[in-house]
């Protein structure tokens, strides 16, 4: 607790990597609503492509704690742009789409997913109707490539 204290009175001066080892820390003691703004300056500050997509999971996840799933699917999806094949993004994506109350979307991106790491023959033949039945649009028929 003294560290925390320490960590928050020193947090102008943090790097990006010590404001996100702090926000992870609040975060795994159950206080999202102070992380959130960790999360966020960290993110602004530049991090690593590794830390980036951790600092943008976990945000994610924290905004949808506290009841901002609007938020955290806008960070989501510049997740997804930058690692669209992402199975851990892919689900935090669904959870905040569901907490929205977006369960169609939700369905759609689980379905999207599970498609995604499911290729094959079998599967490929039912692609357009998959895609059709569950709204998913950025599934490609590889048959027409």
Known sequence: MRRMRRLSQ???SMSPRVLLASAFQ???R???REAIPRYK???ALGLSDALLRE???CLSSSLE???KAKEAIRYLRRAKNMWPNDAVIDLFLASALRSQGNIEGSLSVLAAALL????GRRVESYLPVIRRKLRIRHLK???KE
């Open 65 to 67: 704690t506290v009841g």
């Open 41 to 43: 300056e960290a993110i």
């Open 26 to 28: 609040l975060d795994r």
């Open 141 to 143: 028929d590889k048959r």
């Open 116 to 119: 995604c790491r499911t290729r």
């Open 30 to 32: 159950g206080r999202e």
């Open 55 to 57: 600092a943008l999971i």
């Open 10 to 12: 020193g947090k102008a």
